[in-house]
Each structure stands twice: as structure tokens, then as C-alpha cells.
């Protein structure tokens, strides 16, 4: 029954990240938004802020980006979490069968019910692979948005510097590239948290 | 699990009951089989946590493979929560359950097994030996209910009407009327909600001829019994329930 603990863990932790994904999307959403704002100012900066332009569109691209990949990631651990019920279900099943095949004992129809017991097991393995595999796809997208994350808070840096030749428009400048920094760190944090919740249960 | 032979001319009616395998804490159960030829029914099957009890005591009287028919009286979890697991071993069955819970059951797994719902007032099914009646119970307990009745066998399975809380590895029968009804009290008391309801299936199972009521919880009722029972419930007053509101919370 141990493989049982495992799977329920499974169908928990999905829902978890699930969850944990709400605040990444919140955050996404300020990084797009903390990118149109230095759209803004580096419009109103114009040839100050020429090399910081081409910095602003990528963030807000990221930012877009990392919003859907929030959403496929949702849809991913629905299905893992569906594949995980499923497979726990089976597994049941199986266990049960194997059990009435066990008290039923020597008779002329045990082969009858060790038959479906074995082709239950089967099922759940299938079952087991299927949800593995989901997984696997689970942790890929999450760590897109890990390297998404990872590259806006390397261009974000950047942008500081670049920020430096905006004269009165530096500060403002700077300012964004910060809230794009953090914003790119907790979701870089959150993502770490969902990637070790999901090998747990693996 | 305890098997009892219950009738056995040219067919069986067996009692599967008292089950030493099942969890501590859920309440003991009842089911029923009709071996029939290749008609084979189950009768209020039961819960999950004692389907591979019943399997396996079914297995020893037929092959899966013609277990043609399932019937649940009500919706109840004690009745027919194994109904996922069944699915798996009799893909091929028919289920015979209450039209007015199929949306309900289904929640407990019905993929392969077809959902026959039996209309508000009753229905029947015909095996090789005999036919067996749907006879309605609404409201006993549940808004839609049947029993079984076997006018060959003279046997009706009674659901959750004359059941009765009893302490491990009670007795198949009643043996002593009086005795037992201190144990079928708080039960029909409590669960049965109506007393109109209750008075008209009175009406109806007084004409019918029954040698064993077979409940789904504690002792079956034999012979004279069976009246002494319709009599005790007559007089019974039930749905008291409401009477301990006047303590509640609003
Ligand atoms: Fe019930
Ligand atoms: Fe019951």
C-alpha cells in the first residue's frame, strides 16, 4: 500500500502547484505592467533612453510570455492531477481484486479472478507511466518559466545600467528595473518550491 | 464471510453477511445473490470496503461472467458504493437502481455497467425460475426505494426496513420478536422519515405472501414474524428526528 501514500501525494502536490501558480501569475502581470510603465518613460526620454527601448519590449515580452506559460502550466497540472486520481483509483482496484483472488483460495475460478486482478495491475501500471510522463511535462514548463525568469532579471540589471545615460529620467528607469528584478526573483523562488514539491512525490 | 442458504428449489437465494474481513467502525451489511442458471443477481451489494469479500464469496457460486444483474435499492454508500469495483468485474451487468438517483450513483463509478432506473412505481425482472418484483419503498428510507420481492421463494428483501443494530456475529434469524425490537427501535425511529409513507407500504406488503423479510442490516424475520414485524412498525412512531431541534442551533 505504500505505492498508494505516493500517488495520493501526487494528486495533492498538483493541486499545490496549481495553486502556488495564482501568485505567479499576479506577479507576471505587475512585471508586464512595470514594463509598459518604462515603455512610458523611455518614450518620453527619446533619445536619452534609445538603448533602453529594445530592453523594455523583451521584458514585456517575458512578461506575456511567463503568463501563458502560467496558464498551460495550470491545464498540465490539472491533467496530472486527473491521471493521479485515476491512477490511484486503478491501483485500489487492483489491490481489492488481489485480495478477493487471496480469499476466494483454492477453487476452480481462482484463474478467473487472478485474470482480472492481473489485467487491473496492468491497467494501473499504464496508468502510473502516464502520470509520470505528465509530470515530466510539468517540470519542463515550469522550468521555462524558471529560464524566462531568469533572463529578465539578467536584462534587467542591464537596463540599470543602461538607465544611467537617461539623466532625469534615470531614477524612474531605475526604479522599474528593480521591481522587474524582484518580480522575476520571487517567481524564480516560487518555481523552485513548485519543481522540488513535484520531485517529492515522483 | 458467513453464507446462508436462504432458499434453494430449482434456484438459491444466498445470504452473504457477518463479515470478519471488514474495517472496524463501518456498519455491517446484508447482500444478497440469486443463482438462477445464468442468471445471476446481486442484491444491494455493498460498500467498497467489503467488495472483495463479496467477490470472492460470489465467485464460489458463479463466474463473473454471469452475474447478469446488480440491483441497489437506494443511493447509500453501505448499499452500493462498490459499484466502480463491480464495473471492472462485471463490465457485461445491468444495474436495476432508483430513476430518481442515477446522477447520484454514477458519482460512485458506472462506465461499463448499464444503468437501468426503476420507474416510481416499480418494475419487475424475469429469470429462468421466477420473476421478481420492484416494489416501491419511497421515503423508506430514501425519497426513491425498493425492495425485492420473490413470489416463488415468498421472500422480500426489505432494504433498511427492519434492520436492526446488532453486536458482532449476531444470529441469521430472530428468535426471540420481542427481544429484538429493542435493537430495531432508534433505527427505524430515526432513519424512516415518514409515517405516511411508511403506512402505505404496510398496505401493500400485508397482501403479499412472505415466508422471509430479509433486511439489509441485523436478523432476517421467518414465518410469523414477518407480521409480528409489520404490526411492531404499524404502531411505531417515526421521522422523530425533528423532536431534538428544539435543542439546535437555530
Ligand atoms: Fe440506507
Ligand atoms: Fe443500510
Redesign the interface.
Known sequence: MNRHRHQQAFFVSSAVVASRLRTVMQIAKEISLAAKNAKAIAERAGEKANSFKPITDFIDEMGRETIQLVEEINDQALSVSRSAVEEF?CSD?SA??V??????GD?E?TK??SE?AEA?RKDAQRQQKEVHQQAMQLLDLLQQIGSCMRASGVISTRSRVEAVTAEEYQESLQVVAETIEKASERIKGIIRDCENTIHHSM | MKETILFDEGYQWIMFGRDPDKPEGIIDTNQFMIKDGNRNVLLDPGGIEIFSSMLACVTRYADPSEISDIFASHQDPDIISSLGLWDRAVPHAKLHAPWLWEGFIRHFGCENIQYCGISDEGGEIELNHTRLQFIPAHYLHASGNYHVYDPEAKILMSGDVGAALEPEGAPMFVEDFDQHVQKMILFHQRWMPSNRAKNDWIRRVRKLNIEIMAPQHGRLFKGDDVKRFLDWFEALEVGTGIKNTARSYA
Request: charged residues 40%; positive net charge.
Open positions: 483509483r482496484a481489492r481484486f485480495r478477493a483472488t487471496e480469499l476466494l477453487n475460478r478467473v479472478l482480472k487491473i
